[in-house]
């Protein structure tokens, strides 16, 4: 099984303040950790943009749930204490609230303030990107499927869709969102995941599962092992064993290149 995840760079994540202020809204606990697993789902967005860029050049990109441009400020930070830097010619920002102030001071080119789930969603037409990121947004759509049908024709032939949410076992799952529907709060998590789900999305719009994986086997805040770089690299081994574990999956789903 391929682990790429093993030997991408994590030593930016060490003392960086810049990933860990207030902007972030992480907890405190979680500021005093060397690697903290809280940052894993950006560290992969990342590392899926850095190694596609690699290859294409400048990148075209529309995050969808951009929340307060956290995703954009941690590509910025990598590049400031360590990492590489992704060359990127654009990055869209789609949001049921746009935080303007805070977006365009991350970096956002342009923003499309509108409900996911409204019938009258859409992005600009004939508008495509060679990457679309939905970050922790998918969980929080009663109808994410219809979501993913509706952006996918925005993909440039060869672009990528990438993500990540909370992982269910697939046993599970549909019984776990029975019971936390009911339950919801408004934004709160009403739909369930699991790594057969991925692949089913992708094979109902025609991508392909490039990549998929867990991220770690336990998360706690301020957990004193997330200061040791072998805890992060075991997390990372255990998730990409077992994508279906209770924690996160992350995912890359490509569309074919004509």
């Given at each position: ?7 991408w ?13 207030e ?9 005093h ?29 529309c ?19 360590g ?5 990127l ?27 996911l ?23 929080h ?23 990540g ?25 009403v ?68």
């Amino acid at each position: 099984m391929a682990m790429p995840q093993l030997c991408w760079d994590i030593e930016f994540l060490k003392n960086n303040p810049t990933l860990k202020d207030e902007n972030y809204g992480i907890p405190a606990e979680v500021k005093h950790t060397d690697y903290p697993l809280r940052l894993v789902r950006y560290w992969f967005m990342y590392h899926f943009l850095r190694e596609d860029a690699a290859k294409k050049g400048a990148l075209d990109v529309c995050e969808i749930g951009v929340d307060s441009g956290q995703m954009l400020s941690f590509m910025h930070a990598a590049a400031q204490h360590g990492g590489e830097k992704v060359p990127l010619a654009n990055w869209d920002a789609v949001d049921a609230l746009i935080q303007r102030d805070k977006l365009e001071r991350a970096g956002y080119n342009h923003f499309h303030e509108v409900d996911l789930e409204s019938p009258e969603f859409r992005l600009e037409e004939g508008r495509q990107y060679d990457a679309m990121i939905l970050l922790h947004v998918l969980e929080h759509l009663f109808k994410p499927e219809e979501l993913i049908a509706k952006i996918v024709p925005h993909l440039k032939p060869g672009g990528m869709l990438i993500g990540g949410f909370p992982s269910t076992p697939d046993p599970m799952m549909q019984s776990r969102e029975d019971k936390i529907r009911p339950k919801a709060m408004k934004y709160g998590h009403v739909s369930v995941f699991s790594p057969q789900r991925v692949r089913d999305m992708a094979a109902a719009n025609g991508l392909e599962v490039e990549f998929l994986s867990g991220a770690f086997f336990m998360r706690k805040k301020g957990f004193f092992l997330e200061n040791c770089k072998w805890w992060l690299r075991f997390n990372l081994w255990f998730g990409a064993l077992f994508p279906g574990w209770p924690g996160e999956t992350y995912w890359i789903l490509r569309k074919p290149a004509k």
